[in-house]
């Protein structure tokens, strides 16, 4: 009788324990957990935005000692990564910016971009960075090559134009995976007399090869727009009346370099057009 008795309340505990009823919320996520972790991912996000835009569009509040011109012309590299033939773009760092040039489809190991890049030099910037990257549709973009590369004496200090070719280092090694051409010139920001009499000790701020190597998503604004002009700027010499009739001729000796690129050179060699030319048949070698 008695173990009857136990069994029967055995059963009774099983019921109570095993066949109740769920508390309520069991294995549920509360809806307003989730929505407040929305939200603090939405913060974030902006705040990183936001941030990111600060660094990269300088303001006429922030000290500069002139506007500087960077022509990308062209690069040649060792060798095609990959299977298919490469789709090179540049991007470099300037101070805190950084500018990207349009990708040259099929450009492999001799891509062409011909993009000038105007921008504000900070003091005491004397080098850029520059990145190739091969565009690539379903993955990361690859990192071809890089280089720390020093604005030309001439440049910085007398304000002339500058056209050389520049070592790369890539996975070939240092300074060995090919070399890209640029054209630097410099208008100094009359305001504050000689660019570098007072500017504080050159210190650069440069990226490691790696730092710059995310995805990029279609859809973006470019980052190389022209900063707006801090005074009356000099008459270019493009646009004066004589320079019309020198710019027709040089534009059909150069059917296939961009008009705006020829433009550049023009202006930054002062209108003179033999010296144009020259520097256009260098850049087109």
Same mark, same amino acid.
């Given at each position: 009788?008695?173990?009857?008795?136990?069994?029967?309340?055995?059963?009774?505990?099983?019921?109570? %324990?095993?066949?109740?009823?769920?508390?309520?919320?069991?294995?549920? %996520?509360?809806?307003?957990?989730?929505?407040?972790?929305?939200?603090?991912?939405?913060?974030?996000?902006?705040?990183?935005?936001? =941030?990111? =835009?600060?660094?990269?569009?300088?303001?006429?509040?922030?000290?500069?000692?002139?506007?500087?011109?960077?022509?990308?012309?062209q690069a040649k590299l060792v060798k095609n990564y990959g299977m298919i033939r490469m789709d090179p773009y540049v991007r470099l760092r300037v101070g805190h910016a950084v500018y990207e040039t349009h990708t040259c489809s099929n450009g492999a190991k001799n891509p062409h971009w011909n993009k000038v890049i105007r921008c504000f030099l900070p003091p005491g910037v004397t080098q850029i960075y520059v990145e190739i990257y091969d565009e690539c549709s379903f993955v990361m973009d690859e990192l071809i090559a890089w280089g720390h590369i020093d604005i030309p004496q001439q440049v910085l200090q007398k304000g002339e134009t500058r056209e050389g070719w520049y070592m790369l280092s890539g996975k070939q090694g240092d300074n060995q995976e090919g070399m890209i051409n640029l054209v630097f010139s410099l208008v100094a920001n009359m305001t504050k007399g000689h660019p570098y009499m007072n500017a504080p000790p050159s210190v650069v701020a440069v990226p490691s090869p790696t730092m710059f190597g995310m995805k990029r998503y279609p859809n973006t604004v470019n980052v190389y727009t022209t900063p707006p002009a801090a005074a009356a700027p000099p008459v270019a010499p493009s646009s004066m009346p004589n320079a019309e009739v020198e710019l027709k001729q040089i534009f059909e000796m150069f059917p296939n370099v961009d008009k705006e690129v020829i433009k550049s050179v023009y202006d930054v060699n002062q209108g003179k057009k033999d010296i144009t030319i020259n520097s256009l048949l260098q850049m087109c070698e």
């Open positions: 009788m008695e173990t009857e008795r136990r069994s029967d309340l055995y059963e009774e505990w099983k019921k109570r %324990v095993f066949l109740g009823p769920l508390p309520q919320g069991f294995l549920r %996520v509360e809806e307003h957990s989730i929505q407040e972790q929305q939200e603090a991912a939405d913060e974030q996000a902006a705040l990183a935005l936001h =941030q990111l =835009q600060l660094q990269s569009m300088p303001t006429m509040h922030e000290p500069h000692v002139g506007t500087l011109s960077i022509t990308i012309a």
